[in-house]
């Protein structure tokens, strides 16, 4: 028997019971007459415990073992005459009778502390040894927790848990599809999914009513740190819904998540239009641990001879609190950098302070006078020891500059507290997005979602504009200005899909051709039906206050899109390619 107990399980209680104990050696520290070893495992770590005096080989032999060597020792559990309140079985120590080595390790990269040495690429090489620290342990532990919770839900609700196929055609969602050769047809490819979209509803018309999955997407984006080229989506469909039923059921699947795994009981979710999200936070996933709502100014600051309001589409600010003082003149000014760098775009920035000594502070005094600036204030809601900071120009760029500018105060003031979980609802998405660049309109979630039903006749018969207009019946879940999952109703009409991608710019056999199993899927007797996908590995950071899923990913890939372990991508053999039909066409190529 390598082990009667773990290395986190022995206790006071326990006091002269002889056991057998496995684990790495954690640290070995050396105290003349005795020799003290942390041993670790999964469980936790047990202070081990060899005295020179009684047992000098053994000592001897202790002393010799390096870290994250893997050794078994029995002996008796001892109570420590120095306690350690700081862990679980700090109040015991084992001494040690006997000790046997399991196996040597070489000295590892980087420190299996909780805080590492270790910096990305050499813990991802290394991830075996990353996964021996508890932070990753217990992120993993999370993890499958969470996996279990969501299918305890969802079996409860009556959802089935269906596989569907890995190699499949392209569904277009937006992203690059990853392909696979295909060696039985030459020259023919599989698409890796980037979602089990088509499947998913093609289930619905198959009768069974509520689909789930835990389910591996795949997405050949440029990679962001939050992104990865796979990931898991709790993915699901249900027949017979409307929008309310939807969010009924997934918001009380986050609420049992969060009530089961973190002991955290949400309130309702509160729900905002797409249309509201933009005005009020210039993002359709705005982090509402905070206010600094945005006020839009465009009917009081202009036509006071200020040109650049007065000429802007919009003029927009928000309420910064109690920062009037600790703003000094060179944080407006780093600020305005910041602002002015090309990822944001600012051309400027206002700033009105209203300090605590009464007095008012602005960029823009020569054109607004103090009374003026003192009838903002009451429109802000502001107090002496705020600040305004105000941004103008084109609405939509506008908001979106003002948005970062929101979450960077935010950041600055610490007003994204760890722990305090905001969920939002936002609904009514636009149907469709223009896209300047390619003169095309694109699907704003995917091409299977559902105008609204007041919508329909304007996409049937509709103009440019009107189509600009239409909205869906889509939504997302947003927590702390993290996009945890997004659906729709989808289309369950074989016109109205045709009609869709005739918008998106289809032809009619490119349509047919990509997606006539789905619409032909129609002419049986589809049922209504929509549904969702949360992101299962951003769920998790999000719940555990992180911003990067990779940690939550026993394998994760690095930004180039590579497994460091394994070392992926990798070129194939000649004959491999060979017999994948794809040597020649390389050649064709040069
Ligand atoms: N397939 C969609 C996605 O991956 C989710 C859905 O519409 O259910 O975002």
Not at 100 to 118: A, M, Q
Request: glycine share 8%; aromatic share 10%; charged share 30%.
């Amino acid at each position: 028997m390598y082990r009667t107990n773990t290395c986190g399980e022995l206790r006071i209680q326990d006091i002269d019971k002889i056991v057998t104990l496995s684990g790495w050696v954690q640290k070995s520290r050396d105290l003349g007459g005795m020799t003290f070893i942390d041993l670790r495992d999964r469980y936790g770590i047990t202070q081990l415990v060899f005295n020179m005096e009684s047992n000098q080989e053994l000592c001897e032999k202790a002393r010799k073992l390096g870290r994250e060597f893997v050794i078994q020792v029995e002996g008796i559990v001892r109570e420590r005459s120095s306690k350690n309140p700081n862990r679980a079985t700090g109040d015991i120590e084992i001494e040690v009778t006997s000790l046997k080595e399991l196996n040597k390790s070489k000295v590892p990269p980087f420190t299996i502390e909780d805080d590492t040495d270790g910096g990305d690429d050499l813990r991802m090489k290394y991830r075996y040894l990353d996964i021996r620290r508890s932070p990753l342990q217990n992120n993993l532990i999370f993890r499958s927790k969470l996996a279990l919770e969501t299918r305890k839900y969802l079996d409860i609700q009556g959802f089935i848990e269906i596989e569907t196929p890995f190699l499949i055609k392209s569904t277009p969602e937006g992203a690059r599809d990853f392909v696979v050769p295909s060696r039985l047809n030459a020259g023919q490819f599989y698409a890796l999914p980037q979602s089990p979209q088509t499947f998913k509803q093609i289930l619905m018309v198959g009768g069974m009513d509520k689909y789930f999955q835990i389910v591996k997407c795949f997405r050949d984006e440029d990679l962001r740190a939050d992104r990865q080229p796979e990931f898991t989506q709790i993915d699901c469909e249900m027949s017979y819904v409307h929008i309310d039923d939807i969010l009924n059921t997934f918001e009380g699947l986050t609420k049992h998540l969060f009530q089961h795994t973190l002991g955290v009981t949400l309130p309702d979710f509160p729900r905002m239009s797409y249309d509201d999200a933009m005005k009020k936070y210039g993002s359709d996933k705005p982090d509402l641990r905070f206010g600094m709502e945005f006020v839009e100014m465009n009917d009081f600051a202009k036509g006071h001879g200020f040109g650049v309001f007065d000429g802007a589409e919009l003029v927009v600010g928000i309420c910064a609190k109690g920062v009037s003082e600790s703003y000094s003149n060179s944080t407006m000014k780093e600020l305005t950098e910041w602002m002015q760098r090309p990822q944001i775009g600012a051309k400027g920035l206002v700033y009105v302070k209203y300090n605590t000594d009464g007095t008012i502070k602005s960029t823009i005094g020569k054109f607004y006078n103090d009374e003026t600036l003192n009838e903002w204030k009451e429109k802000f809601g502001a107090e002496n020891g705020d600040c305004l900071f105000i941004l103008s120009g084109e609405t939509e760029k506008t908001r979106k500059q003002l948005n970062e500018l929101r979450l960077e105060i935010a950041k600055r003031e610490s007003l994204m507290k760890n722990g305090d979980f905001k969920p939002l609802w936002v609904i009514d998405f636009p149907l469709l997005e223009w896209d300047e660049d390619s003169k095309r309109f694109h699907a704003m979630h995917h091409p299977f979602t559902s105008p609204k039903i007041a919508d329909i006749p304007n996409m049937l018969s509709g103009d440019h504009e009107t189509m600009k207009n239409l909205r869906a019946d889509a939504y997302d879940l947003v927590i702390n200005g993290s996009e945890i999952g997004g659906g729709s109703i989808r289309i369950h009409d074989r016109a109205l899909q045709a009609k869709n991608f005739e918008l998106l710019g289809f032809s009619k056999e490119e349509a047919e051709n990509q997606f006539g199993f789905l619409m032909g899927a129609f002419e049986y007797g589809a049922p209504p039906h929509g549904g969702i996908a949360f992101g299962f590995d951003r769920l998790c950071a999000v719940m555990n206050n992180q911003s990067s899923i990779r940690d939550y990913i026993a394998f994760p890939k690095n930004n180039q899109g590579r497994d460091m372990m394994i070392d992926a991508p990798s070129l194939i053999h000649e004959e491999q390619l060979d017999e994948l039909n794809l040597k020649l066409d390389l050649k064709k190529n040069d």
